[in-house]
């Protein structure tokens, strides 16, 4: 076969291919389109559907701001009254927005309520795929249950005293700012009171955040501020932007994981070496819980962690962080 027949073949394959590709969005654009033309909403367009009612109201927020602001306002604009729907593909998810509690009795819906896959979505952005705030099921259930006794109210009196200590550091902080007077970013520095009170919850470790900084805190705050601009669709689809975004946001979570892996090995071959399964009912900290399992699982089979270096499985690993 020549090599004029063949390029011809590979140019009517590639004509073919975007014409189905073609096809293939009209029919789910307007298939789409007509599922929402005749429901309560705001005005639609068989074009844009309701893109351009979202695009003026997120003009008139602040940016970044809660997506629940955009429905509020829509239902004051439009007097919608109990429901409403709003058709936004193909740059996200159709929704439906119930305004009144009544309804939402009235609805057939599954007890509980899966997880919509979008906040895996947004929540991959910072801290990777398969979190448990993204879980449903069995796997969200396994994971419940072996963190539910660290948020039992008696544990959380106990915790009383981490979050004192750390608040009387925080007014030390505000005092020192307000002595130098010296403009400061407020949000700035309650992430790292809370970061603080968290670390200690989870770990059972001070990270000091406050007071000498923590690359923890930092990288936190990183994917955190990478994650609020996702949310501009100029930037979201822009893969000029994406690639170096998407490598700093790879360099921060290898830091990240690497970090959080060392304490994690740290206690758990203090664990092992001790022969203690930590306490379900009165844990000292969050880690242990998750570890509790795996520690109990090893004592029972008699690895105690002095054959060498405590190893996990990549799968283990990749469980124990989505935690």
Not at 43 to 58: N, Q, T, Y
Not at 66 to 83: A, F, K, V, W
């Amino acid at each position: 076969m020549s090599t004029l027949t063949l390029q011809g073949l590979s140019l009517s394959l590639v004509v073919i291919s975007a014409l189905l590709l073609g096809a293939n969005l009209l029919y789910r654009g307007y298939k789409t389109r007509r599922f929402y033309r005749n429901l309560p909403g705001p005005p639609h367009s068989w074009l844009f559907g309701h893109l351009k009612v979202m695009r003026e109201i997120v003009a008139l927020m602040p940016s970044n701001c809660h997506p629940q602001l955009y429905y509020t306002e829509i239902t004051h604009r439009y007097n919608i009254q109990g429901i409403f729907y709003l058709d936004l593909w193909p740059i996200g998810p159709g929704t439906v927005v119930i305004t009144d509690p009544k309804l939402i009795e009235l609805a057939p819906m599954p007890k509980p309520l899966p997880v919509h896959p979008q906040t895996d979505v947004f929540m991959s952005l910072m801290v990777g795929k398969g979190c448990i705030a993204a879980l449903s099921g069995t796997l969200w259930k396994r994971m419940y249950n072996a963190m539910v006794p660290a948020f039992s109210p008696t544990h959380v009196r106990n915790l009383t005293g981490v979050m004192i200590d750390e608040a009387v550091v925080f007014r030390l902080q505000l005092e020192k700012l307000s002595v130098t007077g010296e403009i400061f970013s407020m949000e700035e520095v309650v992430s790292k009171v809370a970061f603080d009170i968290v670390a200690r919850v989870i770990f059972n470790v001070p990270l000091h955040a406050q007071t000498t900084g923590s690359q923890d805190h930092a990288d936190l705050r990183g994917l955190v501020n990478l994650a609020r601009q996702e949310t501009d669709i100029r930037v979201a689809y822009n893969p000029i932007i994406q690639i170096p975004r998407r490598w700093r946001r790879r360099q921060v979570v290898k830091r990240l994981e690497s970090s959080l892996l060392h304490t994690l090995y740290s206690r758990l071959e203090l664990l092992l070496s001790q022969g203690v399964v930590p306490s379900r009912q009165n844990p000292t900290s969050i880690l242990d819980l998750i570890l509790r399992e795996y520690v109990e699982d090893s004592i029972k089979k008699g690895d105690k962690g002095h054959g060498g270096p405590v190893k996990l499985s990549k799968a283990d690993e990749a469980l124990l962080l989505s935690k």
